[in-house]
């Protein structure tokens, strides 16, 4: 099964997902995926620590990339992890690029409202730090490839800046239009989407006709709605199953509270 339906199991916390429908879509892990963190900006010093692995076990291709959003970036735990990666102040020299996502809108909260330094690739002190634009894919990719080489070429840890835009709110319980206005949004959309930015790349520099792209476009939305069927079809966890995974596997106790024997009763 790939990725995507994965992810759409994960989303709406079904059985088959890859946290089996109790961590939601923040807390998908793979070999080189470490997913998310329920705490704001908590996943930064494990970044870290991530990259403190790979340098320690003579991992010197490897780059981490951590990332976290303008929201989180005034986290004390985010500026302790900048200092313990710096390489100026000869501490660490961590081989991890700090991703901040500055969508404008940490929550509900516009970044001004919240930091006294919105340039959030400048925060690091001691850490140098650079910013792209986070809505064209190529500028992107481009920005990502340099901080590999970066890090990996032995100049220590960096902060990369993308400056993004988010459609919708926050979560489930944020609207999203409550603190802009929905003519911000539609502009957005209109003049600075990715995708379109991509397709009109591709279109300018003559890679593909029309006809292909809105079969690549047909073809995307297909697997999506595919993915999204997968997942209603998928049956929703058990009671029984709130007693397991608690604990490594293998190094489960015999007794946890509120499971008192194999036979479990419900009230």
Known sequence: MVMLPLLTLDIPGRQDGMSHGKGG?????????FGGNGIVGAQVPVGAGLAFAQKYMGHN???TFTLYG???SNQGQVFEAFNMASYKAKLWNLPCVFVCENNKYGMGTPAERSSSNTKYFTRGDQIPGIQANGMDIIASYQAAKFAKDW???GNGPLLLEYV???YGGHSMSDPGT?????EEIQRMRSTQDPIRGLQ???EQWGLLPEEELKRIEKEAR???DQAVEEAKASAEPEAKDLWTDIYYKGTEPAFMRGREREEVHYY
């Open 25 to 33: 879509s923040m807390h998908i892990f793979t070999p080189n995926f």
């Open 61 to 63: 291709n490897v780059a």
């Open 70 to 72: 303008d929201g989180a």
């Open 151 to 153: 890090v990996t070429s």
């Open 164 to 166: 993004t835009y988010r």
């Open 178 to 182: 409550t603190y802009r206005t929905r």
């Open 200 to 202: 009109s790349y591709i």
């Open 222 to 224: 297909s697997e999506v």
